[in-house]
């Protein structure tokens, strides 16, 4: 965003807050509700567009987000794309061997997870202390 465009975007939000206090005096609001509801509404549209954004970022849907998963996904192809044929295949076969190897890395893992450990045993008294006057 440009700063002409933050520029704009104030002078406009603050035209709104007027614009909005003329609506409230012509409804029949006094000059003290009117500005109330007008900043209320103001400040309510704030935090929605604040909302907004906090989603887009938890999501991770933002511009720049969005730019950089474009950047890899361009540079991934583009390097796919100068490997020769063995390179690609040689990629392929290592691709597969590491998907193997995570399967079998994983399964045992699973069924050790679901087998609790023995508690460690605990002793009923504590060790005896040596005597130092030897």
């Given at each position: 965003?440009?700063?002409?465009?933050a520029?704009?975007?104030?002078?406009?939000?603050l035209?709104?807050?007027?614009?909005l206090?003329?609506?409230?005096?012509q409804?029949?609001?006094?000059s003290?509700?009117?500005?109330l509801w007008?900043q209320g509404l103001?400040?309510?549209g704030?935090?929605?567009w604040v909302g907004?954004?906090l989603?887009?970022?938890?999501?991770q849907t933002?511009?720049?987000?969005?730019q950089?998963r474009?950047?890899?996904?361009?540079?991934l192809?583009?390097h796919l794309?100068?490997?020769s044929?063995?390179?690609?295949?040689?990629?392929q076969?290592?691709?597969?061997?590491?998907?193997?190897q995570a399967?079998i890395?994983?399964?045992?893992?699973a069924?050790?997870?679901?087998t609790?450990?023995?508690a460690?045993?605990?002793?009923d008294?504590a060790?005896?202390?040596?005597?130092?006057k030897?």
């Amino acid at each position: 965003m440009r700063r002409i465009d933050a520029i704009g975007i104030g002078l406009g939000l603050l035209l709104g807050g007027g614009v909005l206090y003329l609506v409230f005096q012509q409804l029949g609001y006094d000059s003290i509700n009117a500005g109330l509801w007008s900043q209320g509404l103001l400040v309510v549209g704030l935090l929605g567009w604040v909302g907004t954004y906090l989603f887009r970022v938890a999501t991770q849907t933002m511009t720049y987000s969005q730019q950089w998963r474009n950047y890899e996904q361009a540079a991934l192809q583009r390097h796919l794309e100068s490997l020769s044929p063995e390179e690609l295949s040689k990629l392929q076969a290592e691709v597969d061997r590491e998907k193997a190897q995570a399967k079998i890395e994983t399964a045992p893992a699973a069924a050790s997870d679901s087998t609790p450990d023995p508690a460690p045993s605990i002793p009923d008294s504590a060790p005896p202390v040596p005597d130092s006057k030897a």
